[in-house]
């Protein structure tokens, strides 16, 4: 009797455990893909004009699902604006540009990354007028805080990782 | 074009205009880009309410919306919808619940309206009765907790 009760403990431990696993995945995997609809959302204009200057061989930054729904965003948006406002507007200022309206995203913004591939040599621009750019090189495993943009070619290729 | 001395004429007369132009302009622009600024806020808010309310929209809201903006709403709920299909399997993934981390293995709810026999893991079955408190999995009271039959208690 106790060991089918230890049994049946240890199962519905087990199944509790996995069904908190699994609600924990769920919750990760929305969290990240409801992040990324959020930039997409923001940054639309920016976005779809990146990806349609995109090289043949170069990997899209969306997903094929993503650039439908970044489109159609960008689509309803445009519409709307045009039916409600622009269209009653005088003939000169019917148009306007969302790729200039819109804001960019900061790519001059500081981030913390580890560095998972040693690389040699980043050159790292000057802040005041004072300095002069300098070279530095990023020790495997050693952590920094940098602009985006210094490193932003490092973290597509995946030799640095944020945090 | 005109004659030198007409051109020189109208020139003179133009410059005086030429500022008043360019000032309208700049007015028109910025009324342009203030009432662009104020619609797209309102549509930004609109969407936060797919977001935070669900996909039926209460009358009360609707009745302070515009056609147009309504139009706006059903067209992303349905782009939404859309993309949330394609992830993750077979029925999709609903995108708008998990909004926090889960905290706890077993919840305290209470029980909005009668709903009967609820089996639990080691075999006993709860009786579902209005107003009546039970501390039970969360993951076995999710479905019901978003169906409005229970309710998470939080002390």
Known sequence: QEANLKRAKRGDLKVSVHHMEIERIRFVLSSYLRCRLVKIEKFFPHI???????????????SPEEFA?????????????????????????????????????????FVFLRVLERQENIL??????????????????SQHLIRYRTVAPLVASGAVQLI | SLPSSRRSEAKAGRTDLIFLIRFRHCCLLRNQR?????????????????????????????????????????????SLAT?????GGEEGLDLTQDIKPPKSLYIEVRCLRDHGEFEVDDGTTILLKKNSQHFLP?????HLIRQGVLEHVLS
């Open chain 1, 69 to 109: 729904f970044a489109k159609e965003y960008m689509a309803n948006t445009e519409a709307y604006l045009k039916n409600v406002a622009l269209k009653h507007m005088p003939p000169n200022l019917q148009k306007v540009s969302l790729l200039k309206s819109v804001p960019k995203p900061n790519l001059d913004s």
């Open chain 2, 138 to 142: 969360r993951w076995k009271c999710e």
């Open chain 1, 124 to 141: 790292v621009e000057p802040e005041t007028d004072e300095q002069r750019e300098y070279a530095i090189n990023l020790e495997e495993g």
């Open chain 1, 48 to 62: 779809l004009e990146k990806e349609k200057s995109r090289a043949e061989g170069e990997p899209s930054i969306l």
């Open chain 2, 83 to 87: 993309y949330m299909r394609s992830v």
């Open chain 2, 34 to 78: 203030c009432l662009l600024a104020y619609l797209y806020d309102r549509l930004l808010r609109i969407r936060a309410l797919r977001w935070e309310y669900g996909s039926v929209l209460p009358n009360a809201i609707q009745f302070h919306m515009s056609a147009e903006e309504v139009e706006w709403f059903n067209r992303y709920k349905k």
